[in-house]
């Protein structure tokens, strides 16, 4: 893949790090929330960068975009999170040009989820997408490629049954909890924090433990009663959290806050407490395992839970997978003809240089020249001949580099090389 085929000067990369080389912790140096990738955003306009799309969930945090090195945009994500160099080049990965549009096919279908065939990645590259363009820092490169991504996404999802039964983050916490506690409907149950992983922890603890007795509670509480009157549960303020806690058998926690807000200090009860920290960066401080009677099970944990789910999803990957050769083929195709598209643009240019050249001459010699006639006559003939360049350049038995100079050479083009 040439670099003027994608953009002035800039290869496109895609950098980041995730759950297969980055634990909790260190993912939780490098999560980025809405306000600190408004700041990569600002500082990227600043520092020239023409075109990016940032992610950070739970399992993974990334930014796919332009530069001429990639140090450009590790710096962005460095100096806006608690990461630094050091710990990025320990766990990161850095894809070029085909391997970053690669990597971003498998990562919004699903193939490259910490739980194979969770799709919630997608919705946060369509919404990064979206979030980028309105600061205009999306061109036609990224934006076709994020359009051809959500494509293969959801053919996949449609053609394949890789996303077949419940098994994502949050119905492998309730899995976890139904196999490891005893008469699960009797337990108090409290989920604190009613986001998207919160809410989907929700649906299934209602779903699956038969359990009345579940309580919500988030730090602005409107969010708290709007997921519970859809299920007919309890909501507790956050000052109540305290004492709500110690009253619960299961604490299931899915904040977003940047540090710690469960700690050892605030349970008081003696009785048995399972604690389910889904939360990244962690939210529960990992001093809670100096309580015997405290069981303390991070997010990294439950993931690794397989079952035969997980086995039957395993035998649709050849399949998504030939869906993204299929779809990532027609985005190349794409990639393909934006080589030749300057030199068209120039060409008829130059063609419509020589018609205005060649109508006013004709326009001095004829009498009762007729100029909307001409006009019509000669932009169909321009037209004719640019699009017979057009079909040459895109026949598959042709050496289109050697066209393209050739085409310049005749005509004596100059063009623009860029998307």
Request: hydrophobic content about 35%; proline content about 1%.
């Amino acid at each position: 893949m040439e670099q003027y085929n994608i953009s002035k000067g800039n290869s496109f990369y895609a950098i980041g790090l995730s759950y297969k080389k980055a634990d909790a912790e260190i993912r939780g140096h490098f999560s980025l929330d809405t306000q600190a990738k408004l700041a990569i955003l600002q500082q990227a306009k600043q520092e020239g960068i023409e075109s990016l799309i940032i992610t950070s969930t739970c399992n993974r945090t990334e930014i796919y975009g332009f530069a001429q090195h990639p140090f450009q945009l590790i710096k962005l994500l460095c100096e806006n999170t608690k990461g630094t160099i050091e710990e990025f080049q320990k766990v990161a990965f850095v894809y070029k040009n085909s391997e970053a549009i690669s990597h971003m096919f498998r990562v919004g279908s699903g193939l490259d989820s910490q739980i194979l065939g969770d799709f919630e990645i997608i919705g946060q590259l369509k919404n990064a997408a979206m979030t980028s363009k309105k600061h205009k820092l999306l061109n036609h490169f990224l934006e076709r490629l994020t359009n051809h991504v959500i494509q293969a996404s959801k053919r996949i999802k449609t053609e394949t049954e890789i996303s077949s039964g419940a098994t994502s983050v949050s119905f492998a916490s309730v899995q976890y909890i139904l196999n490891e506690v005893e008469k699960v409907s009797e337990k108090n149950i409290l989920l604190f924090g009613t986001g998207k992983i919160g809410r989907n922890t929700c649906e299934n603890l209602v779903k699956h433990t038969k359990n009345e007795h579940i309580t919500l509670i988030n730090r602005t509480k409107s969010t708290a009663e709007e997921v519970a009157g859809k299920f007919n549960l309890i909501v507790k303020d956050y000052a109540n959290l305290q004492e709500e806690i110690n009253t619960s058998d299961i604490l299931i926690v899915a904040t977003g806050a940047q540090l710690p807000t469960v700690d050892k200090h605030i349970i008081q009860s003696k009785k048995p407490l399972l604690i389910l920290d889904l939360s990244i960066p962690k939210n529960v401080d990992e001093n809670v395992s100096e309580l015997n009677h405290v069981t303390l099970v991070h997010l990294d944990h439950l993931s690794q839970i397989t079952d035969e789910t997980l086995e039957n999803r395993k035998l649709h990957i050849p399949l998504a997978e030939k869906i993204i050769e299929d779809v990532k083929a027609e985005f190349n195709a794409w990639l393909e003809t934006r080589k030749f598209a300057p030199t068209i643009k120039a060409l008829k240019h130059k063609l419509n240089d020589f018609k205005v050249a060649e109508l006013d001459t004709q326009r001095k010699k004829i009498s009762n020249f007729n100029e909307e006639q001409a006009e019509i006559i000669s932009n169909n003939i321009i037209q004719k001949i640019t699009n017979h360049f057009a079909h040459h350049l895109k026949d598959d038995t042709m050496s289109t580099n050697e066209s393209l100079e050739l085409i310049k050479k005749v005509f004596q083009l100059e063009t623009t090389k860029h998307v």
